[in-house]
Structures are given as C-alpha cells and as structure tokens.
C-alpha cells in the first residue's frame, strides 16, 4: 500500500538527517532494490544500489548539515522538497539549495530521486 503524505514526509526527513550525519549504508537503508539517482540533473545518472551507494560513500565523511525548507506530496508514490545542505570545506562553508524529486514503491522505499541545482544559480560560499 502507498505511503501517506506524512508518511513520506517522515521518509524525506529521515533520508536528510542520514545525508547529513549518517552513513551510506544508513541512506541506503531508504531505497529500494534498484533505484537510480541523478544529481545534479542533466549529469551522470547513477543506475541500481551499487552506484547509487558509491555516491553517498562519497559524501558520507563530510561535514554537514541539512535543512529541509519546503514539502509537497504528489500522487501515491511521489514527493518533492526544496532543501539546503551545508558543507564545511577547508574553512568555508558551501551551501547549496537543491530541490529533489523522490519516487517510492508501495513499502515507502526511494526508487528514484533527481536533484534540481546548478552551481552557478544554487551554490553559496561563506
């Protein structure tokens, strides 16, 4: 059966707390067998749970926070959410605003997910 709105609302919240302090295998924990991932859009797309877990093993020891700004729920199975994440790099902190689209099957676990940012529009140093 479909998740609720709060249902995968909880999920969204889950999956940026674990972005943000957790480990790959703990996001991983959120998707399904064989997710795909794009992010940002328009580059590589990251096709089944190998390489989907290879780029969050790739950002699992930084440092950073999230903080989720908008929600809104879609149909059954789908939801988007404009977030911020915060990266401390050498002193400095990069801050981007990304809007992410999350599909999910029926058990509420991440099929896809695609990241809405640029670099030149949604990236803040400070």
Known sequence: MAK???ERREIVEKYLQRVANGSAAEVMELFAAEPTL???VGGDVKDG???VEEFYRSIQ????STTLREFRASGDH?????FDVATKIE???MTVSAIEVMTFDDEGLVTSMKAYWHADADMAWS
């Open 4 to 6: 609720s709105v709060a």
């Open 49 to 51: 749970r190998a390489a």
């Open 38 to 40: 794009e992010d940002p």
């Open 91 to 93: 002193g400095a902190t």
């Open 78 to 82: 789908a939801a988007a959410f404009l």
């Open 61 to 64: 020891d930084l440092e950073m």
